[in-house]
């Protein structure tokens, strides 16, 4: 299930398996029409903190046990999200890159792995 704001982001996440659901990612209604009062977690992805927070508070309220994964572009945001929010964890596009661009600028492109958050990517 997939969740779009408009027609137009709809077009991009079309495949026959995935329903998609049009409406504002922070709204109580497209949320529970999502699906989110029996889901077991969320991914929250827009381009937006403030509306992923949002959303998350929102989901939170619905489904108090749902897992919330949130992309946050500011760090210190990120950083105390666990501690503001139980069971969510905070990923920054910019944070999980940095390690891979520092290692390509260092020694190259040879598809080296690095840890980051405990992962090897």
């Given at each position: 299930?997939?969740?779009?704001?408009?027609?137009?982001?709809?077009?991009?996440?079309?495949?026959p398996?995935?329903?998609?659901?049009?409406?504002?990612?922070?709204?109580?209604?497209?949320?529970?029409?999502?699906?989110?009062?029996?889901?077991?977690?969320?991914?929250?992805?827009?381009?937006?903190?403030?509306?992923?927070?949002?959303?998350?508070?929102?989901?939170?309220?619905?489904?108090?046990s749902?897992?919330l994964?949130?992309?946050?572009?500011?760090?210190?945001?990120?950083?105390?999200?666990?501690?503001?929010?139980?069971?969510?964890?905070?990923?920054?596009?910019?944070?999980?890159?940095?390690?891979?661009?520092?290692?390509?600028?260092?020694?190259?492109?040879?598809?080296?792995?690095?840890?980051?958050?405990?992962?090897?990517?």
């Amino acid at each position: 299930m997939a969740i779009a704001a408009d027609a137009d982001e709809t077009e991009g996440l079309v495949r026959p398996d995935v329903l998609v659901i049009t409406g504002d990612h922070r709204r109580e209604r497209v949320l529970r029409e999502a699906g989110v009062t029996e889901a077991e977690s969320l991914v929250l992805t827009r381009d937006d903190d403030l509306g992923n927070l949002h959303a998350a508070l929102v989901a939170r309220e619905l489904n108090p046990s749902i897992r919330l994964v949130i992309r946050v572009f500011d760090a210190q945001i990120a950083e105390q999200l666990p501690d503001l929010i139980d069971n969510a964890v905070a990923l920054s596009s910019s944070s999980l890159a940095a390690p891979g661009f520092v290692a390509a600028a260092l020694e190259g492109e040879g598809g080296e792995r690095f840890a980051e958050a405990g992962r090897q990517r």
